[in-house]
């Protein structure tokens, strides 16, 4: 919001023309605080003084595609864009197989395609020196997290950025973890966004100006019955106070009261006792207002689309969720929607719009337990919905090629056919049954699942692979055949 966050980007316009400063500035906070705000406000900026070299976005909910290697795929690309005598570094390491842009050595990768063509750039103005930026560090690993050997080599290379020049500079958000802690302290500028006990005034009153921008619109929508101040400056100080520095909160709280009556929506949060800063309260109120006295079908529902949109690799739209999920009847899967609205994204694909909704729905000791998510019992129930889609939807010749004898790249029509033939939902089964396949304990239903995929849709399951060319196959029937040894096994124990 203009005129938000000012002392923060001060700071960090004043680091990005220190030269003498280090050149990675880690910007920490809690979650909900208002990294990722920030780190876009400051990609605006940076686009506008043309010093803006690349920026990476990590997505948990994104976790197959966002990855290390992705990362520096992207930076490498976006500078070489913009850079001649970087593009040329980068082209003769290529041209010299030097590096493979699709290996799995990530050091590799970050060494030949950032670190050394980086070193070579020594004709770059001043005016125009790149300014990389990479946000939510934290979300990089999925569900994993600290535990993912794509957030270890991430961090191993992050490291690495101190060797280059002190003119290329390098922004990171993230949350405070142990793992982050470690590497980025004693390396980097930290920039900390405060919250809770140690808010700063500053902080304070962005989220005063907000709840006071924000619930005044929505006022004007009820122009005969509340005045354009409402709520008051003593209900606006006491929000500003519950926020405790956390934007999320504010954010919550804004949408909650915007989808009913905005009185009696605002007086579900107030009364109580949410404390400041408390997230896990937050959250548990709107769950209790938006599904009051669930029934077991509603509640297990619940388990299952919230669940889905945790689990699943790659974001979904709604009309997938019904194909994969089977929800009956639809108006159960519309009204968990419309219950989550507040802490969902607009549109029609279907995540949550801050993760700290996933952690507090995957957390035991916070969740109520009819709301609660176990992530093993959800990719088991993926991986048998995936069988299940494909056992249903493979076929041979699935788009329907004259010959079988023409490359797929010398179809003229193909991605039409594939995008006519091969539906969003069967496309996710394909790629992904066997990552929750993976995280799934032996039952037998599953192994019986797997083994009539074995028998009967294995050639059709590889040409819907090969068609979509969104994955390494050989990876892919490589997991296959360990999955399958692995099922096997079991059955033998």
């Not at 000012?6 to 030269?19: K, M, P, Y």
């Not at 179809?411 to 996710?428: C, T």
Request: aromatic share 8%; glycine share 6%; charged share 20%.
């Amino acid at each position: 919001m203009d005129g938000t966050r000012q002392d923060i980007l001060a700071s960090i316009d004043e680091w990005a023309n220190d030269f003498n400063a280090p050149n990675i500035l880690w910007l920490k906070g809690f979650p909900g605080s208002g990294k990722s705000a920030v780190a876009s406000t400051m990609v605006d900026k940076l686009r506008r003084s043309h010093r803006l070299g690349s920026r990476f976005f990590f997505e948990r909910a994104n976790a197959s595609c966002t990855t290390t290697s992705a990362l520096w795929r992207t930076v490498a690309f976006d500078l070489a864009r913009q850079y001649p005598s970087f593009r040329n570094a980068a082209i003769d390491k290529l041209n010299e197989d030097e590096v493979d842009p699709n290996a799995s050595n990530v050091n590799m990768l970050f060494c030949h395609l950032i670190e050394e063509p980086l070193k070579m750039c020594v004709d770059i103005p001043p005016g125009r020196l790149p300014v990389v930026v990479v946000d939510a560090l934290d979300e990089c690993g999925g569900l994993d997290g600290h535990r993912s050997s794509n957030r270890k080599s991430l961090l191993h290379t992050v490291k690495r950025w101190l060797s280059l020049p002190s003119r290329f500079k390098l922004i990171v958000t993230s949350r405070g973890e142990a793992d982050i802690i470690r590497v980025l302290s004693p390396i980097s500028y930290c920039i900390e966004l405060t919250s809770g006990r140690t808010v700063s005034p500053q902080s304070s009153g962005d989220i005063r100006r907000f709840l006071t921008q924000q619930l005044s619109d929505i006022a004007s929508g009820y122009p005969d019955s509340l005045p354009p101040e409402w709520p008051g400056s003593p209900v606006i100080e006491e929000l500003t106070g519950r926020a405790a520095g956390l934007f999320v909160w504010a954010k919550t709280l804004v949408e909650f009261v915007h989808l009913g009556e905005p009185q009696e929506q605002l007086l579900q949060i107030r009364k109580g006792d949410i404390g400041y800063g408390d997230m896990t309260m937050l959250y548990t109120r709107i769950l209790q207002t938006s599904f009051k006295h669930p029934s077991a079908n509603l509640a297990h529902w619940f388990r299952v689309v919230a669940g889905t949109i945790i689990a699943v690799k790659i974001p979904l739209s709604r009309k997938d969720f019904i194909h994969l999920l089977g929800v009956e009847p639809l108006s159960m899967l519309d009204t968990i929607l419309m219950g989550l609205q507040s802490v969902m994204d607009n549109g029609d694909i279907l995540r949550f719009s801050h993760e700290s909704f996933v952690d507090f729905l995957v957390d035991p000791e916070s969740c109520p337990p009819m709301f609660l998510i176990n992530k093993a019992t959800q990719n088991r129930d993926l991986a048998l919905a995936s069988l299940q889609v494909m056992k249903i939807g493979l076929r041979f010749n699935i788009c329907q090629l004259g010959s079988s004898h023409v490359h797929n790249d010398d179809v003229p029509d193909l991605g039409s056919r594939i995008e006519r033939e091969i539906p969003a939902h069967l496309s996710y089964s394909c790629r992904f049954w066997a990552d929750h396949l993976r995280a799934t304990a032996f039952e037998p239903d599953i192994l019986a699942a797997v083994q009539f995929l074995m028998h009967t849709q294995l050639l059709y399951w590889l040409e819907v692979m090969s068609l979509i060319k969104e994955v390494n196959i050989a990876s892919q029937a490589l997991l296959f055949v360990s999955n399958w040894v692995r099922v096997r096994l079991y059955l033998v124990i």
